[in-house]
């Protein structure tokens, strides 16, 4: 392990670091796709969270923030958490932290995408239903999303 070596793989760190937030994990990930030594890693990543520059707990904040404000439910967002390095403990205190109310997300979704009309035939709502569960909504909130949909305002 040189320390050449060693500074190149830390350059890189705040590079990657510069552009966006990254979990320890991507940052492990691209780190070997360059070629560079376990160890080496190790330490760059080491370096990166002393210094505050790298924290798996602010990247995870930040992740969820957005999966939450682009129409994700729960189902969805913990599948996805896991190829990005969150770990569950952390994603379930996060989310508690944030409280999300998944139905009104729910309804929200529904109305974004398929606008405020309510389906007029059995196979608008199975496609209706179809999309809400791939964004990750349980049946309980995507059929209470679309009770509320059906009520007059």
């Not at 995870?60 to 599948?79: D, F, P, T």
């Not at 989310?95 to 035939?121: H, I, M, S, V």
Request: glycine letters at 6%.
């Amino acid at each position: 392990m040189s320390n050449e070596e060693q500074q190149q793989a830390d350059e890189t760190v705040v590079r990657l670091l510069g552009r966006r937030e990254h979990s320890a994990h991507e940052l492990r990930q691209k780190l070997r796709q360059r070629g560079y030594a376990d160890s080496i890693i190790k330490q760059s990543l080491a370096t990166a969270q002393e210094h505050g520059w790298q924290s798996d707990e602010r990247y995870a904040e930040i992740w969820l923030r957005q999966m939450l404000s682009s129409g994700n439910g729960w189902m969805k967002i913990k599948a996805a958490a896991g190829a990005k390095g969150i770990t569950e403990e952390l994603l379930q205190r996060l989310t508690d932290e944030a409280a999300p109310d998944w139905t009104e997300l729910c309804y929200e979704r529904l109305n974004r995408k398929f606008g405020e009309q309510p389906p007029e035939t059995r196979q608008q709502r199975d496609k209706i239903m179809r999309h809400l569960q791939s964004r990750g909504f349980r049946f309980d909130e995507i059929k209470a999303a679309l009770e509320r949909q059906q009520q007059p305002e």
